[in-house]
C-alpha cells in the first residue's frame, strides 16, 4: 500500500484495549475539528467531528475530547479492534465560511492480537 | 449515494508535462476542496471550489490551478510538472450549510512524476 507517513509517530495498543490519539492544534482561532482514519491505499475517512462550543462529543466506540485552553484534541477509541488499525489526523478549521482543513502529521495506530 | 469519486486512481506523468485530475463529489455538495498528500508534507490544502468559484487557495504555485463546473464537478490541473509533484492528490466535498462542515474524501489520485 501507499506509505501515508514514513515517520509518524505510533501507537500500539491490544485488541480490546482503548486508545487515546492527541493531537495539538495550533490556531486558537480554530472552530470546527474533525478526526478522520486513513487505511492504507485510501481515501481519510471522516469520523467524528466537534465545534469550539463544546468540550466532549461521543459516537460509536470514539469520543473527542476538546481543551481550547492548551489547544489539545483527543480521540479515544473504545475497545480497540483490528480493523482500527490505520494512520489517524486531526484537522481544524478556522473559516467560517470556507472548507480549507490544516491537518495534523497524523498517528499510526497499531492494534496487536 | 455515491462517495466523492476520483479519476484516474493512479497516473505517471514526464516532467514538463501536465496533468488534469477530475472530482466528482457526492450528489448535493456544492463545495469541493483539493490536497496534496506527501510523506514528507502531510495533507497539504490545494484550493477550494463553491458554486463554480475559487473560495480559498493554499500555498502553491500558480502551476497548480483548478475550475469547478455547474454540475459541482471539479477538476485540477498541474502544469509543468515537477518530479516534487508526485503525490496522492485528494478531493473532498460537504454541503457547506453553513461555517465549517464535514468533509468527505475521495480514494484519491496517485500521481507519479518520472
Known amino acids: 500500500g501507499e506509505s501515508v507517513g514514513l515517520h509518524l509517530p505510533t501507537l500500539s495498543v491490544q485488541e480490546g484495549d482503548n486508545s487515546i490519539i492527541n493531537c495539538a492544534y495550533s490556531?486558537?482561532?480554530?472552530?470546527?475539528f474533525i478526526w478522520y482514519k486513513q487505511e492504507s491505499g485510501k481515501g481519510p475517512q471522516f469520523i467524528i467531528d466537534?465545534?469550539?462550543?463544546?468540550d466532549k462529543r461521543q459516537g460509536q466506540r470514539v469520543t473527542v475530547l476538546l481543551n481550547k485552553t492548551v489547544k489539545h484534541l483527543s480521540l479515544q477509541i473504545a475497545a480497540t479492534q483490528p480493523g482500527d488499525s490505520a494512520v489517524y489526523f486531526c484537522a481544524e478549521n478556522s473559516d467560517n465560511y470556507g472548507q480549507n482543513f490544516v491537518f495534523g502529521p497524523g498517528t499510526r495506530l497499531s492494534v496487536l492480537p | 449515494k455515491a462517495g466523492v469519486t476520483q479519476t484516474p486512481r493512479y497516473l505517471i506523468k514526464t516532467r514538463g508535462q501536465q496533468v488534469t485530475l477530475s472530482c466528482s463529489p457526492i450528489?448535493?455538495?456544492?463545495?469541493v476542496s483539493w490536497y496534496q498528500q506527501t510523506p514528507g508534507q502531510g495533507l497539504q490544502f490545494l484550493f477550494e471550489?463553491?458554486?463554480?468559484?475559487?473560495?480559498n487557495k493554499g500555498n502553491f504555485p500558480g502551476r497548480f490551478s483548478g475550475r469547478q463546473f455547474s454540475n459541482s464537478r471539479s477538476e485540477m490541473n498541474v502544469s509543468t510538472l515537477e518530479l516534487g509533484d508526485s503525490a496522492l492528490y485528494l478531493c473532498?466535498?460537504?454541503?457547506?450549510?453553513?461555517?465549517?462542515?464535514?468533509?468527505?474524501f475521495g480514494q484519491g489520485t496517485r500521481l507519479t512524476v518520472v
Open positions: 473532498a466535498s460537504s454541503s457547506m450549510t453553513g461555517g465549517g462542515t464535514e468533509a468527505f
Open positions: 490556531n486558537s482561532a480554530s472552530d470546527y
Open positions: 466537534i465545534r469550539s462550543n463544546m
Open positions: 471550489y463553491f458554486s463554480e468559484t475559487q473560495r
Open positions: 450528489s448535493g455538495h456544492r463545495s
